[in-house]
């Protein structure tokens, strides 16, 4: 299989063509931007301190509110470093809430709780039932249920699984009145210009509906008290910022994996090689590479090399190493299939 000579994304990735040195067009674009990535940062960085300050001035210093940012917490090593910078960095008051979807690693439950005691934050553990749950991913390897593009990006199972998260993540910041939400998205998953963006009511009951339509022909009415409701809408001044500070914090593996090992974070030895906390990711990422014959942290490890965040050696380790068979076999056999 032909696969980019930069970065590494292969022939099968929709889309894709490669000049004569086998560079694909994607990397041949991002060709001596390196500087205005830095200006990006240096912006966008500018930028969240003065979002800082005008919340600030907003609540009266801390006093109009009891916390300043939900962060949407994983347990992964991303997540975990992101909250911590929110906490130490920049001093802000951190509701974390973490979705359990019925295949949270062993581990990475230990981590949340040594990470969130050591900082010293609140933390809400959510999950929906598991009848539900189990429905939702099995029908997302059974057949497609969102835009093709959207599998550029994910695989169906994580999809489901994020809309969800995304949703009770606003829903959580709507209601306790929270203006900002944290996620710990790598430099790769989002561009630095989308690190800081006010949602949109319109655009968000768009975004959501897009999830939501096709979980309810497969889950019933059950699926909609997991999204916003009418009277969410009805309060605009109320949606929250969305803000991923790893698009323009410095971004190093093995840096992020020390610093998270001071507060007790331990890599899990039971997922696979695109996750820290997740025993379903290797069977998703198996079953999407079944059917469209890429893998689907393709583009985002593709997108962290050309930013020079990750080597090329590293990321082809990453995508292209088998998929662990027990993982696939253990999640199967919860689901069913």
Not at 48 to 65: E, I, N, S, V, Y
Request: aromatic share 10%; glycine share 8%; charged share 25%.
């Amino acid at each position: 299989m032909r696969i980019c000579s930069h970065c590494i994304l292969p022939e099968t990735f929709p889309g894709i063509t490669f000049n004569s040195k086998g560079i694909c067009q994607h990397c041949q674009k991002s060709n001596g931007k390196a500087a205005k990535i830095a200006e990006g940062k240096n912006r966008y960085g500018k930028e969240f301190f003065d979002l800082l300050l005008r919340q600030l001035d907003q609540g009266g210093g801390h006093a109009g509110r009891s916390y300043d940012i939900l962060m949407a917490y994983s347990g992964g090593k991303d997540s975990t470093y992101t909250m911590g910078l929110l906490r130490n960095k920049y001093k802000l008051r951190v509701l974390a809430l973490s979705f359990d979807n019925g295949f949270l690693s062993e581990t990475s439950v230990t981590n949340i709780k040594k990470a969130t005691d050591a900082l010293g934050i609140d933390h809400i553990f959510f999950k929906p039932k598991w009848e539900l749950l189990k429905k939702m991913f099995k029908t997302a390897t059974e057949r497609e249920l969102f835009p093709p593009k959207t599998l550029e990006r994910a695989s169906t199972v994580c999809t489901s699984c994020m809309g969800i998260v995304k949703a009770q993540c606003l829903k959580f910041a709507i209601d306790l009145g929270i203006p900002m939400i944290g996620y710990g998205w790598s430099p790769g998953q989002a561009p630095v210009q989308s690190s800081i963006m006010r949602n949109n009511p319109p655009f968000v009951k768009m975004a959501q509906q897009a999830i939501l339509t096709p979980l309810r022909e497969v889950l019933g009415d059950e699926i909609n008290a997991y999204f916003l409701q009418d009277r969410h809408y009805k309060a605009p001044e109320k949606f929250p910022y969305n803000v991923h500070p790893m698009a323009w914090e410095y971004y190093n593996e093995n840096m992020i994996l020390e610093e998270i090992g001071k507060i007790g974070w331990v890599a899990p030895k039971d997922t696979d090689s695109n996750s820290t906390n997740c025993l379903l990711n290797a069977f998703a990422n198996d079953d999407h590479i079944r059917k469209y014959q890429f893998n689907p942290y393709v583009w985002e490890i593709s997108n962290m090399i050309r930013d020079g965040v990750m080597t090329r050696k590293e990321g082809y380790e990453k995508i292209y190493a088998e998929q662990p068979a027990d993982l696939i076999e253990k999640a199967k056999e919860k689901l069913g299939i």
